[in-house]
C-alpha cells in the first residue's frame, strides 16, 4: 500500500483525513511542516503527501516543486486558493469534497504516482548523462532557453539528423565552445 503523508495547519482538518484514510485502510504519516514532509520523503522514498494550502514554513505548490519526482502531492483547500497554485505532480481538491470525491483523488494520485515515479532509471551511462546535461546548460546559458526547451532542441534535431540524442548533446558542445 502506498505511504501517505499529511500536513496541514488545521488539527482539526488533519484528523478528518486521517481518520477517513484509517477507515479505508490506509496508514499514514503526519508532519507538522513542509521541511518535515520533505525530509520524511527523501529519507524514506516515493510517497503521496495531503496537504492545506498553507503550510507553517511554504505553501502547497512550494512543496511540490521540492517533491518534484519524488511525490505527489494532493493540495485540499477551498477553490480560491486553488487558483493559486499548479505544478506537475500537484493535484487539486477543492472543500468542501464529499468523500467519494476524496477517494477517487487519492486513487487518481495512487495511479499517477505509480506511472510517473516509480519509473525506471536511465539506461543511459553516466558519462554521456553528464555530456547531455551540459548541452542542455549551454543551450539555457547561451540562448536563455528552459531546460525543458533546451531538450526538445536536442531532441528535434536528433531526429532530423536521425542520429542519437548523444551526438546532437556533443555537436551543440562542439558548436559552443569554440
Not at 151 to 166: A, D, T
Request: with cysteine.
Amino acid at each position: 500500500m502506498e505511504r501517505i503523508i499529511t500536513a496541514f495547519v488545521k488539527a482539526e482538518l488533519r484528523q478528518k483525513i486521517v481518520r477517513l484514510l484509517a477507515s479505508e485502510g490506509w496508514e499514514t504519516e503526519i508532519c507538522s511542516s513542509g521541511a518535515e514532509v520533505i525530509r520524511t520523503v527523501r529519507q524514506t522514498g516515493t510517497a503521496v503527501v495531503i496537504c492545506g494550502f498553507q503550510l507553517p514554513d511554504m505553501t502547497a505548490d512550494s512543496l511540490a516543486g521540492d517533491l518534484r519526482g519524488l511525490a505527489a502531492v494532493m493540495v485540499v483547500a477551498k477553490a480560491a486558493m486553488l487558483e493559486l497554485c499548479g505544478g506537475e505532480n500537484l493535484f487539486k481538491l477543492p472543500v468542501p469534497a464529499s468523500r467519494s470525491e476524496f477517494l477517487a483523488a487519492l486513487r487518481l494520485l495512487t495511479d499517477f504516482k505509480a506511472a510517473r515515479l516509480n519509473h525506471p532509471k536511465s539506461r543511459r551511462p553516466e558519462e554521456e548523462q553528464q555530456l547531455i546535461r551540459r548541452a542542455k546548460e549551454l543551450l539555457m546559458d547561451v540562448n536563455r532557453m528552459t531546460e525543458e526547451e533546451a531538450h526538445r532542441f536536442l531532441q528535434k534535431r536528433s531526429m532530423e539528423r536521425g542520429v542519437r540524442l548523444i551526438e546532437s548533446a556533443r555537436w551543440v558542445i562542439a558548436s559552443y565552445t569554440l
